[in-house]
């Protein structure tokens, strides 16, 4: 069955170490999301990509970076992990176009502890 | 910028009854989508129930249907004859039918089922 995966589901790492979050789709969908949860936040939009080599910033993407050199994966970068990044971090995937083709799915998430 | 607010922290309801969970959005827009996602303790994001701004129609899964007042910008989530299974974080979300297809989430709603 096609899927979204996310290693590794867990995380702990020292504050300014570079940390690199995978995130890998065999649905072939062309747009993939970043998002963060934190307590009383929902869910905030890092970074998105709407096929190869495109990336887009979201609302929360400072210290974050994202490249997108195939249509499976799409890897998010810490480049300076900060105590403020502590959080649970969520991929999602969705097909192009109107109607329920366009839903995003989620991956099973990975939590981030930096120390 | 599209707000999505849920006023309910935290719900509780008996097993069997109906519960209905709040959310009001805020948008300038006349075409969009408006999901709910539930979270398990498992962490796993899953669809519920989805709407299309342009259908007037309620939207309808089995034990759960929304009602959608888009005068009111509100989008209620029901859940009928509640199951243990249901206990979760509820999340309510928004999507521009243009430009970023982005999820714009609210802060949740825990419901707890009482057995």
């Known amino acids: 069955d096609a899927e979204i995966t996310q290693s590794p589901r867990h995380k702990i790492t020292e504050t300014g170490r570079q940390v690199t979050l995978a995130c890998h789709q065999t649905w072939n969908h062309n747009n993939m999301f970043w998002y963060r949860q934190d307590l009383g936040h929902g869910l905030r939009l890092i970074h998105y990509?709407?096929?190869?080599?495109?990336?887009n910033k979201g609302e929360v993407s400072d210290g974050y970076s994202v490249s997108r050199s195939n249509t499976e994966d799409l890897p998010l970068t810490l480049e300076s992990a900060a105590s403020s990044q502590t959080s649970v971090y969520f991929c999602?995937?969705?097909?192009?176009?109107?109607?329920?083709?366009?839903?995003?799915?989620f991956g099973p998430g990975t939590r981030l502890t930096v120390l | 910028a599209q707000t999505v607010t849920q006023s309910q922290p935290e719900m509780s309801v008996q097993e069997a009854e109906t519960v209905t969970l709040s959310c009001t959005y805020d948008?300038?827009?006349?075409?969009?989508?408006l999901f709910w996602y539930k979270q398990p303790p498992s962490r796993q994001m899953i669809l519920v129930i989805r709407q299309e701004a342009y259908k007037q129609q309620n939207a309808t899964e089995n034990r759960f249907s929304v009602n959608f007042q888009k005068a009111a910008k509100s989008f209620s989530l029901k859940i009928s004859d509640s199951q243990l299974g249901d206990a979760a974080m509820y999340f309510c979300?928004?999507?521009?039918?243009?430009?970023?297809?982005?999820?714009?989430f609210g802060q949740g709603t825990r419901l707890t089922i009482n057995p």
């Open positions: 979300a928004y999507r521009s039918s243009q430009g970023a297809q982005k999820l714009v």
């Open positions: 948008t300038s827009e006349s075409d969009y989508y």
């Open positions: 990509s709407y096929g190869v080599q495109d990336t």
């Open positions: 999602a995937s969705s097909e192009s176009g109107r109607g329920v083709k366009d839903t995003q799915y």
